[in-house]
């Protein structure tokens, strides 16, 4: 596939992915959840800090989204527009890390999927920090690729790419708790891959 064939059919993806992730995006008023996570990220810092030890979720999403409605406002179609962005980076992260590993057109086929993908529409279009979470997620197995990639020209873990991958699985795991299921799974990944 040319390169410039690539390029179009992948924004075409992303232009998708946006469309339906906006489409009928403020139909309905927040949920308990979505409120909670509004009300938060109204507050300053510190008090997002201290709330946040009381609750069952990190404080980085809080964090990002009371910067993203400093930007934009509160409403419905602005605190949910975070998770839109989250959720479009997602699909292109998400050919990243499929074109790593396999063909050309089975990293525009993940993307696709994951751009119309139901249950990430509608993740996408909720004020709460699970598609951060796994956009963060996927950048974590990328870092991981880059890594052993790294370690596989040089012999030796490249400083650089493990402090990058450090740096984005911890903010991962400070978004939402789950990340440590992938954590567990990259170590059985790099387990596997020194027994093999």
Same mark, same amino acid.
């Given at each position: ?20 992730r906006?489409?009928r ?22 008090t997002?800090?201290e ?9 980085l ?10 930007l ?8 949910r527009? @975070?998770?839109?962005v /989250? !959720? &479009?980076a997602?699909?292109?992260?998400l050919y =990243?890390? *499929? ?12 993307s ?31 870092a991981l ?5 790294g ?11 493990a402090?990058?991958?450090? @740096?984005?699985?911890? /903010? !991962? &795991? ?6 440590? =299921?992938? *954590? ?13």
């Open positions: 596939m040319k390169p410039r064939t690539r390029i179009i059919l992948l924004v075409l993806i992303l232009l998708a992915a946006s469309f339906l906006f489409y995006i403020s139909v309905q008023s927040y949920w308990n959840d979505e409120g909670t996570s509004v009300a938060l990220a109204l507050r300053d810092l510190p997002i800090t709330n946040a030890s009381n609750d069952i979720h990190p404080p999403y809080y964090y990002l989204l009371h910067g993203w409605i400093g934009f406002d509160s409403s419905e179609v602005g605190t527009s @975070l998770s839109v /989250l !959720g &479009v997602l699909v292109a992260a =990243a890390l *499929v074109r790593k590993y396999s063909s050309e057109n089975t990293a525009l086929l993940a696709a999927l994951a751009a119309i993908n139901p249950l990430l529409i509608y993740f996408s279009q909720e004020t709460r920090m699970y598609e951060m979470a796994a956009l963060l997620s996927v950048l974590s197995m990328l690729t880059h890594l052993f990639k370690y596989k020209e040089k012999g030796s873990l490249p400083l650089g790419r402090c990058l991958w450090l @740096l984005v699985t911890a /903010l !991962g &795991v400070y978004t939402h708790y789950f990340v440590f =299921a992938i *954590v567990a799974a990259e170590n059985v990944a790099v387990l596997l891959w020194f027994i093999i």
